[in-house]
Antibody
């Protein structure tokens, strides 16, 4: 069974940092591009960024709203992707989800992890 | 960025009747080299995370009932619920994953008439 489990969310103050994890199982993680998407309360879905697989040089891409502040990484030995969030702003408050995309399959989201940025 | 536009914004359908949601992309999401449309549909019920319904425009995700079907190609896509059930009340989003940034439609709220 495919599982994606996000963790690491919490309450932080503006300007602080937080690192989220996305633990994957049930599929070949190393073949997948890993994406992060977020959803503020009562709002739609917003893509945050992605990291490609090793054959694609672990290439990353980010939404304009987070570029320069967020960094996505992965550890294929642990089947885990990460989202390092620095210089957090109140507008980064959202539930963060991860998903995986291979050449053949787009996988379902995890349950998400809530990040609240507030003073 | 590719803009995804859904119609209608909301829809009320009687139980057992068909529900149809449309999605239009501002540019084609059909990748010619593999003939795949990089288009997905998601369902989100109140207080729950979004759930993937279909991808590659028409491939149902694991465990999704066959009353949900996706169709279309290029820039015009449709999600059809063939016989609406009470548990289908939700907001539905289309999404392109043809290019980054991935983009989503604004959502269509489906209710029971």
């Amino acid at each position: 069974e495919v599982q994606l489990v996000e963790s690491g969310g919490g309450l932080v103050q503006p300007g602080e940092s937080l690192k989220l994890s996305c633990a994957a199982s049930g599929f070949t993680f190393s073949d997948s591009a890993m994406h992060w998407v977020r959803q503020a309360s009562g709002k739609g879905l917003e893509w945050v960024g992605r990291i490609r697989s090793k054959p694609n040089n672990y290439a990353t891409a980010y939404a304009a709203s987070v570029k320069g502040r967020f960094t996505i990484s992965r550890d294929d030995s642990k089947n885990t992707a990460y989202l390092q969030m620095n210089s957090l702003k109140t507008e980064d408050t959202a539930v963060y989800y991860c998903t995986a995309l291979t050449a053949d399959v787009l996988y379902n989201w995890g349950q998400g992890t809530l990040v609240t940025v507030s003073s | 960025d590719i803009v995804m536009t859904q119609s209608p914004d909301s829809l009320a359908v009687s139980l057992g009747e068909r529900a149809t949601i449309n999605c239009k992309s501002s540019q084609s999401v059909l990748y010619r080299s593999n003939n795949k449309n990089y288009l997905a549909w998601h369902q989100q019920k109140p207080g729950q995370p979004p759930k993937l319904l279909t991808y590659w425009a028409s491939t149902r995700a694991s465990g999704v009932p066959d009353r949900f079907s996706g169709s279309g190609s290029g820039t015009d896509f449709t999600l059809t619920i063939s016989s609406l059930q009470a548990e289908d009340v939700a907001v539905y989003y289309c999404q392109q994953y043809y290019s980054t940034p991935w983009t989503f439609g604004q959502g269509t709220k489906v209710e029971i008439k």
